[in-house]
């Protein structure tokens, strides 16, 4: 019989759990509970597909890259979370939750955002809900993240800056925390990645598999088999967990996880499946970036939505099963990325997903040519065009 994971203590082998303060645990369990309750209850799965049909815009398209096939010498699939409304994947766990809140009976959602885009999704499915949000954010970030700060109050979020520590992510994750612990009876803290305290990580990869569900009928259509590779970028996890879930128990299809490289590995990255140690982070056990005393490093990568010191738990336990596999690439090669999409298929990817295609010139030298790879276009570029016109010199000469 196959094991249920994670297992009854929230635990992936040694990774996840429930490591918070006394006062969350009841909130949790009870999360626990609604989320099982949920989730085989006929009423809540019709509301969610009919917003996930109707808002979100799913099923998104599985679209064949003819051009970048041929460019690297297999036949490459592109699902199209970047289709989804508000331009990536993370609508779809935010929508769920929040639907979940309703129907708890919570009125109030806190949530932190590093970059914007977990708080712009957050915020949006509290607007659609009527759900007041609360999204805490470091100073630093707020700073650099003007327009997402405009977006989250135009969709009628209260935007808190947190001023404490480094004034970014790990700091505002700290207020967030403080703020449930301190308002759980009518709040919810929405997490936006399989990551923090069971039942999370398994609530968002339940949210997130619709993604993997829809390949798996897509493309035995156009191919009439299941992929050889499926290619996902990692920060958190979500993405890459909601693809690869589906897939998890069909062992001929090589799942391959890219997290950032930054400036090298050797240098400041985001790379915790390759560089971190085992430590808590959010709630949970897991692999994070620290120092040797325990203290939680920065993470650095080009794109601010793999730029998080940790990583799902359930990640870190397939890493160690073999299950999967994870490479990391660098701000530059992700660069790349972005230009070969671009330029090949006429679509402007994400600074996150380009990681993923950045490694496909390493891929190339081993694929064959008649593998079929799925690679999961995380979100659209639109959001790093600042960053990515400033780094190709478009207007410098
Ligand atoms: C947030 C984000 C990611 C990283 O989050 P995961 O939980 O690892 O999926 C990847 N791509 C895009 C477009 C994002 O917005």
């Not at 808590?280 to 490093?297: C, F, R, W, Y």
Request: charged share 25%; hydrophobic share 40%; with cysteine.
């Amino acid at each position: 019989m196959v094991k249920k994971f994670p297992d009854q203590e929230g635990r992936f082998g040694e990774y996840g759990g429930k490591f918070v303060p006394e006062t969350l645990m009841p909130a949790l369990n009870d999360l626990e509970k609604e989320f099982n309750s949920a989730i085989t209850n006929d009423a809540f799965n019709n509301e969610l597909n009919y917003l996930l049909n109707t808002y979100v815009g799913r099923p998104t398209p599985l679209t064949y890259a003819k051009n970048l096939s041929k460019r690297i010498g297999c036949k490459i699939y592109l699902k199209r979370e970047d289709l989804c409304h508000t331009g990536a994947h993370k609508i779809n766990a935010a929508l769920a939750q929040a639907l979940l809140v309703k129907r708890m009976g919570k009125k109030r959602i806190v949530a932190e955002t590093g970059a914007g885009q977990h708080g712009v999704a957050t915020a949006t499915a509290c607007a659609l809900l009527g759900i007041q949000a609360v999204i805490y954010m470091g100073s630093k970030d707020y700073e650099r993240q003007k327009i997402n700060v405009a977006r989250m109050k135009l969709l009628g979020a209260k935007v808190e800056q947190v001023n404490s520590g480094s004034m970014t992510l790990k700091d505002a994750i700290n207020e967030a925390i403080r703020d449930w612990v301190t308002n759980v009876d009518n709040t919810h803290y929405l997490i936006g990645s399989v990551v923090g305290p069971h039942p999370y990580p398994e609530m968002v990869r339940h949210f997130q598999s619709i993604i993997g569900d829809e390949v798996k009928e897509q493309i035995k259509e156009y191919e009439g088999k299941l992929p050889d590779y499926i290619l996902a970028c990692v920060g958190g996890g979500s993405n890459a967990m909601g693809i690869f879930y589906p897939f998890i128990n069909e062992k001929d299809t090589n799942l391959i996880g890219i997290e950032a490289a930054g400036e090298g590995i050797d240098k400041s990255h985001a790379a915790t499946l390759s560089a971190g140690t085992l430590g808590i982070l959010h709630g949970a056990k897991s692999l994070v970036l620290q120092n040797q005393d325990g203290q939680i490093e920065e993470a650095h990568s080009i794109s601010a939505g793999l730029d998080y010191p940790g990583v799902g738990p359930e990640h870190a336990w397939l890493k160690d099963t073999k299950r999967t596999t994870y490479f990391s690439v660098t701000d530059e090669q992700a660069l790349a990325g972005v230009e070969l999409l671009a330029n090949t298929e006429g679509i402007i990817p994400a600074l996150e997903t380009a990681h993923a295609i950045g490694y496909l010139e390493e891929l190339s030298k081993e694929i064959k040519s008649d593998s079929v790879l799925v690679l999961n276009v995380s979100g659209r570029g639109d959001k790093d065009m600042d960053i990515i016109a400033k780094r190709l010199n478009f207007f410098t000469n």
